[in-house]
């Protein structure tokens, strides 16, 4: 019997001691995670976003309760006769409050009214109200195809849209094996916030709210979500999809897959219906919520192209100015250039892009530049920053883990990164500006990718930390420098030199104001380092307004005349002052001077058959009207919002001609005012606009003096544009596009000086034009050319009348096309001015003098990511129109003399006409707004550039890149906490972090803490007696034995 109760308090005895081992920390095995990280699914997501008929939004000068708002409404609608109207009644959590706008249903006199609105003097600005629709796939990565499946579907239309989470191939195409990753189980050790955790940094007290689908109730991940709130109606709060308690999980998970601060407060705003529908409204009210509730840090793992949605900007600015940390995904449509999404690239807020864990930038992670500033300006640098966004593993709505990859994944890892640093050190360092500081400043850049890729480099968390906690007000500019030598960092810069007499060469600065939310440019003084340095010239354009915490200097750089033989590197340094009211309450006026390096390579003026000109002032994009692309298959990418710009989506096409010794200028400005004496040959590639007819004639000298044109032109049928509409179900409207893929009735103006015609008839096709494999992606073609020219055909399928006659169209790139194909003329080549033959061995005395014509009917081959390029064929076409030389591959296919048609109406087909009711007049600028015709011709202006004043300087490091070494994490103290609650509990993660408790404080224990404490006590001693009683037994045992012998 004792031997049995022995046995059982050694079971009770072990049992206690493995009690805390077994059941202290819960782990839920997820079976999807004991396989190779590669193989995982992805979220695939389609949006569109619509306007709503009827519905506006109104936008006030301030903040208003309801009645006042309604009687302002009221009072402006009824002196203008207005009585069928109606303002909306919002009910969500924001409706007690006082709001700065409203949304009003119009019945009747529309314009009418909303021109009376507009002209209250309490109200702002009307607008329209948006709907945004977005549909969830989850897809194997496996079932993508054997092209893979990272860029195929839906981009972005017209949306404000959740980033796509993705799970990428490594490796494009299939092989039978693999170099196995390893990734890491916890993004939180990767970036090491558990050294911050054993600081006892744990994010107490710090409000994070997440805009997304909401969150699983009573999810066992989340300890501290103080606040659920839906804006959709539904009266739920519950996530149906799963995408907001990633997000959250992310930033805020305690269990299993980590999150970054633990111990924040999650404040969930759920602003998607589980039918995946949001409106612009409903994120104006919670914003305003936000505002109220005093967040410090929102996370948006949403964006889309429109950056000209004012409710939505504005309100993203007014959320920065009241100290609200804005953390935003760049986007899910890399590796274009040019397709970063709205707010993100807003300098307020930080963008924030993807890469994977052996630090490469993610496929997936959008690039820049901006696009805002087009056509006359230059994008600025963005994201701000890259981290962790592929693999990356967060919370699953059914309460375990997943991974999952997309830049929604590295901005809650960001957002999640400042919460932790926010809740260690003091309160008054945390403003949108120093955050953003902090982040920029100490990011770690990566070898290898560009400014546009990277931003300032990968999050080093713990460097972060260092900095904020010793932060002083300050100001800083992004880029910290300027060298437009440095490769390939400084990317497109570092490309091309400059030199006398080219187009000005625009770098676009942000100014981050550290010293309050609001500033200004007081003074900018260029100051170029002898001997060589003053033949740089600089103008300077700037903001205004440093508002809200950041502000824009652009800087132009030109070549004088004195410098036109120079070969060589130049420097020289801007010194940019800073007034600003600083953040405290005594609103101390300070100044700051920035100095801002700067280097730049100059060669002599190459000669004109190697310098072109690319035509950017005629390109019109999304937002605004509807541009569709000019690839009709695109139907799950139907706007064109990529810029049309040689740094962006014809990024390839610029680096082809780089590296073929062509010296590519980008014109801002209309024709007029440029030397088009200078330049072998105009590109127009896919232009949208209408032409000056002083710019029609500036053409004609220019061709007859010697320069080239060389057109890339796109689709075009007004009845085409009428059956390429889309209709929102929910709206029950049809969006009618505002030209086609580019604008041939305006091309036709040009060309017909030229006899040279396009038509209005829609082709689609693969063939073979010199060798080379082709395909035609919804060109145009010749209508008539002139006979002496030399015509190219193909044979190509009429995709239009496919499309209206609702026929199968074709299986992309490659595939068989369905149905007849027509022998349709895509390129002709042209002397101007005589006979069109191959010149080559002419002297220069029989050459021509007038320039020469090259037009082919479609530019998406020109662009990235087309399926199949067609680069080879622009520099075939610019052999022929800069030398006169026709190549082999050309004079092969091109169609006999005796076996063309007449010069008119190669094929049956019309010319095509502009469309009736369009609204191309809204969005032109040579058309009068009111549509009566084209406007005066904009007048040629030069900037003024900044004085010189030239200082002996000794030459720059090899480097103008400033030196930041990674914090050791071993080197950081204790935080600063001063002002701060204290954590109420010891996080365990990554590492078991101590308690903040101070020494006077106690927590009292819990019942089940005492009772554990007290058996394990008991355990304890009936063992240690028991162990003593034995020994005891043995010992007199043994003596007795030893004196019996």
């Known amino acids: 019997m004792r031997a049995t109760r022995s046995k059982l308090l050694g079971i009770i005895f072990f049992g206690v001691c493995l009690f805390p081992l077994v059941f202290g920390e819960e782990e839920v095995i997820n079976v999807d995670e004991l396989c190779n990280a ?39 609608l009824r002196n203008a006769g207005v009585s069928n109207w109606t303002l909306v009644r919002r009910d969500n959590p924001a409706k007690e409050y006082p709001s700065d706008f409203d949304v009003i249903i119009l019945e009747e006199a529309g314009r009418r009214a909303l021109d009376a609105l507009k002209d209250h003097p309490a109200i702002r600005r009307v607008t329209a109200q948006r709907q945004v629709t977005r549909t969830i796939k989850y897809i194997r990565e496996d079932d993508c195809g054997p092209a893979g499946c990272l860029y195929s579907g839906w981009r972005n239309h017209r949306a404000r849209a959740l980033h796509s989470l993705r799970k990428p191939r490594e ?16 993004i939180t050790s990767v970036l090491k916030a558990d050294v911050l955790w054993s600081l006892g940094v744990t994010g107490e007290g710090i409000k994070v709210a997440v805009f997304d689908t909401g969150l699983a109730r009573n999810h066992p991940h989340f300890g501290r979500v103080r606040e659920r709130t839906d804006w959709t109606g539904e009266n739920t709060l519950d996530d149906a999809l799963g995408h907001g308690t990633f997000v959250a999980g992310v930033i805020a998970s305690r269990a299993d897959c980590l999150g970054f601060a633990p111990d924040a407060d999650l404040h969930i705003f759920r602003v998607f219906t589980d039918n995946q529908v949001s409106y612009t409204s409903w994120f104006l009210d919670a914003f305003n919520y936000a505002i109220m509730r005093k967040i410090d840090v929102l996370n948006l793992s949403i964006g889309g192209p429109d950056f000209m949605d004012h409710p939505f900007v504005d309100k993203v600015w007014e959320l920065s100015a009241n100290k609200v940390i804005m953390v935003s995904a760049i986007g899910n449509d890399g590796p274009l250039y040019g397709t970063l999404n709205n707010p993100a690239d807003q300098m ?20 820049g530049m901006t696009t805002w500033e087009l056509p006359y300006g230059y994008g600025r640098m963005k994201p701000d920053i890259v981290t962790y966004g592929s693999g990356v593993r967060g919370s699953s709505v059914t309460g375990g883990c997943r991974s999952l990859s997309g830049t929604s994944v590295a901005s809650p890892v960001v957002a999640g990164a400042i919460a932790l640093l926010a809740s260690g050190v003091p309160r008054h360092n945390l403003t949108p500006a120093a955050v953003k500081q902090a982040l920029c400043m100490t990011a770690l850049r990566l070898p290898g990718p560009n400014m546009f890729e990277q931003g300032h480099g990968k999050l080093d968390l713990i460097s972060a930390y260092q900095f904020l906690r010793k932060y002083e007000p300050q100001v800083s500019l992004s880029p910290s420098y300027i060298d437009l030598t440095e490769c390939q960092y400084m990317w497109p810069y570092c490309t091309q030199p ?17 010293l309050g939310v609001s500033g200004r440019v007081k003074e900018v003084s260029w100051h170029p380092h002898l001997p060589h340095g003053v033949i740089l010239s600089l103008s300077v354009d700037y903001s205004q307004i440093l508002w809200p915490w950041s502000g824009w200097l652009a800087l132009s750089f030109t070549v004088l005349e004195t410098g036109a033989d120079f070969d060589g590197v130049v420097e020289g340094h801007v010194n940019v002052t800073i007034e600003s009211y600083d953040d405290s309450g005594e609103k101390t006026m300070k100044n700051a001077t920035l100095t801002l390096p700067v280097r730049a390579r100059v060669i002599p003026v190459p000669v004109r058959s190697r310098r072109l000109l690319w035509d950017q002032f005629h390109s019109l994009r999304y937002p605004g009207g509807y541009f569709p692309r000019d690839d009709l298959r695109a139907k799950h990418d139907p706007l064109d919002w990529h810029a049309d710009h040689v740094h962006t989506n014809f990024r390839d096409m610029y680096r082809r001609l780089r590296e073929h010794g062509f010296y590519l200028e980008v014109m801002g400005t209309p024709l007029t005012c440029i030397d088009t004496s200078l330049y072998g040959a105009l590109l127009l590639v896919d232009p949208e606009d209408e032409y000056f007819p002083e710019e029609m004639a500036s053409l004609k000298k220019a061709v007859d003096a010697g320069m080239s ?51 209005d008839r829609v082709f689609e096709g693969s063939f073979k034009l010199g060798g080379h494999p082709m395909y035609y992606a919804s060109g145009t073609h010749i209508h008539s050319f002139p006979e002496h020219g030399i015509l190219i055909t193909a044979q190509l399928t009429d995709q239009g009348h496919q499309i209206m006659s609702g026929e199968k169209p074709s299986g992309g790139p490659g595939a068989s096309s ?9 390129l002709g080549l042209l002397q101007t001015d005589g006979e069109t033959r191959d ?41 022929y129109a800069l030398v006169g030389h026709l190549p082999a591959s050309l004079k092969e296919a091109a169609t006999p003399h005796q076996q063309r048609l007449r010069d008119v109406h190669i094929i049956p087909s019309e010319l095509p006409q502009r469309a009736e009711g369009g609204r191309l007049h809204v969005y032109s600028r040579v058309l009068s707004p009111d549509g009566s015709g084209p406007r005066p011709v904009p007048e040629c202006v030069t900037p003024t550039p900044l004085e010189s004043q030239p200082i002996h300087a000794a030459p720059a490091a090899r480097t103008l890149a400033p030196r930041h070494q990674p914090t050791d994490p071993k080197s950081i103290g204790a935080p600063d906490i001063e002002g701060t609650e204290p954590a109420p509990r010891t996080w365990r993660g990554a ?10 404080e106690h927590t009292s224990p819990s019942l089940t803490s005492r009772a554990m404490t007290l058996l394990a006590i008991i355990a304890v001693v009936y063992c240690l007696t028991a162990a003593w009683k034995r020994c005891g037994r043995k010992l007199r045992r043994r003596r007795l034995m030893s004196l019996a012998t």
Request: proline fraction near 5%.
């Open 38 to 76: 590669t193989a995982s699914e992805r979220v695939d997501y389609e949006f569109s976003s619509d306007i709503l008929p009827k519905q506006h939004i109104i936008t006030y000068k301030g903040y208003f309760p309801r009645l006042t708002r309604e009687n302002y409404v009221s009072a402006a």
């Open 839 to 879: 010149y080559t061995n002419d002297t220069m005395e029989k050459m021509p003098k007038a320039g020469r014509l090259v037009v082919y009917g479609d530019s998406s081959c020109l662009e990235g990511g087309a399926a199949r390029n067609c680069h080879w064929l622009l520099l075939a076409a610019l052999q």
């Open 348 to 367: 307020d807020v930080i963008g924030v892009g993807g890469i994977s864990f052996d630090d490469r930038i993610a496929k997936f992670s959008s690039r």
């Open 171 to 186: 490796n494009n195409g299939y092989t039978s094996r693999k170099l196995l990753r390893t990734v890491p189980r916890q």
């Open 709 to 759: 044109l060389v057109v890339f032109a796109d689709w075009y049928n007004a009845s085409l544009l009428r059956h390429v509409k889309f209709y929102d179900e929910n709206t029950r409207q049809w969006w009618i596009p505002e030209t086609g893929g580019a604008n041939v009735p305006a091309l036709n103006d040009l060309l017909s000086m030229y006899q040279v015609a396009l038509g």
């Open 991 to 1000: 590492g078991a972090a101590p308690s903040r408790h101070t020494a006077g």
């Open 818 to 826: 369905p149905g007849q194909t027509v022998d349709v003329p895509i």
């Open 498 to 514: 400059l030199y006398f007499s080219a187009q000005p060469t625009i770098a676009n600065v942000t100014v981050i104001n550290g």
